[in-house]
């Protein structure tokens, strides 16, 4: 209970100090053959403007989705919109995710990779900043090349070699563990993964099918079981859709990171600042008031 108690006074906190995003100027969206795809809650929706606004005043072009919750409060929804006009509301409820389970993130999977059938996707949480050169991701969007969000320099590899690598971990989190069964998957030396972050990531179009997502889910769930359902195996199941689509890249520090506060590259230009450290020192908010002056600054000009 106290853990989530000062959740929320970080949250109140980080709120408070990025609250003049709100005073930011709305997006220009401009059109372009892929989506920014996002899930935002309730609790997001400062955040998320702060983080989308950071991409889109680098990528520059692009629609974008909202995946939100049925009783996100119209309150909620109209100030999206005056931020971001043009922007597309999915309900996460209504979102079929045929065999696959419900919860984790797995509905915005499978919606991307529908979504994909049509066009490139590019999956950004609200929880992530950009403050740099990212020309690597333009590219990607440019050319039709699925991305990850690398962590610890691991490359693709086999799902065998990925197997081999997770049983030299003892940490019992889910993610780990289903990387240790990878190789009693049909096919594992064929097969890849990459060990990445499911934060930010690119679907290439007609890049991965969402059929065989079902079966990866299928073959996890079988080998797994009850522990399926834990948080962390939809990421799992990105890393895999992604490693497994042609031409796939990883994206490496010190450019792109998920912060640690022991370790901040000099030369980072994307952070995503996950649940364990988001809040630490202030960094995000402090970051994000940068973000927010860039924004500000570019109006006046």
């Not at 994909?116 to 929880?127: G, K």
């Not at 049983?167 to 009693?184: C, P, S």
């Not at 079988?222 to 962390?232: F, P, S, V």
Request: glycine share 6%.
């Amino acid at each position: 209970m106290f853990d989530r108690f000062r959740g929320k006074l970080n949250n109140s906190r980080f709120y408070r100090l990025t609250r003049e995003i709100l005073l930011t100027p709305p997006l220009r969206i401009v059109d372009a053959p892929w989506s920014i795809v996002s899930m935002v809650a309730k609790s997001d929706v400062q955040m998320y403007m702060l983080s989308l606004k950071s991409f889109y005043a680098r990528i520059k072009r692009g629609k974008v989705i909202a995946i939100i919750d049925r009783d996100l409060p119209s309150s909620s929804r109209e100030l999206l919109l005056r931020h971001i006009p043009g922007l597309r509301f999915v309900i996460l409820e209504d979102i079929d995710t045929g065999i696959c389970q419900r919860g984790g993130t797995w509905e915005r999977l499978v919606y991307i990779l529908d979504h994909t059938r049509d066009e490139y996707a590019v999956q950004l949480d609200c929880d992530t900043l950009t403050f740099g050169d990212i020309s690597e991701v333009s590219h990607c969007l440019e050319n039709n090349i699925p991305f990850t969000l690398g962590t610890g320099g691991n490359p693709i590899v086999t799902m065998r070699e990925a197997a081999a690598e997770a049983r030299k971990e003892t940490a019992n989190y889910i993610g780990l563990v289903a990387e240790r069964h990878f190789d009693q998957f049909p096919n594992p030396d064929e097969l890849k993964y990459v060990r990445a972050s499911s934060g930010f990531a690119g679907f290439s179009k007609n890049g991965f099918p969402r059929e065989s997502i079902e079966a990866f889910h299928a073959k996890l769930a079988d080998l797994l079981g009850a522990r399926n359902k834990e948080w962390g195996t939809e990421q799992c199941a990105s890393n895999f859709a992604i490693a497994n689509s042609p031409n796939a890249v990883v994206l490496h520090r010190p450019k792109y990171a998920n912060y640690n506060p022991a370790n901040v590259p000099k030369n980072v230009a994307f952070l995503h600042f996950f649940g364990t450290y988001r809040y630490k020192n202030d960094y995000f908010a402090k970051r994000g008031q940068e973000v927010i002056k860039m924004l500000s600054a570019s109006n006046a000009d």
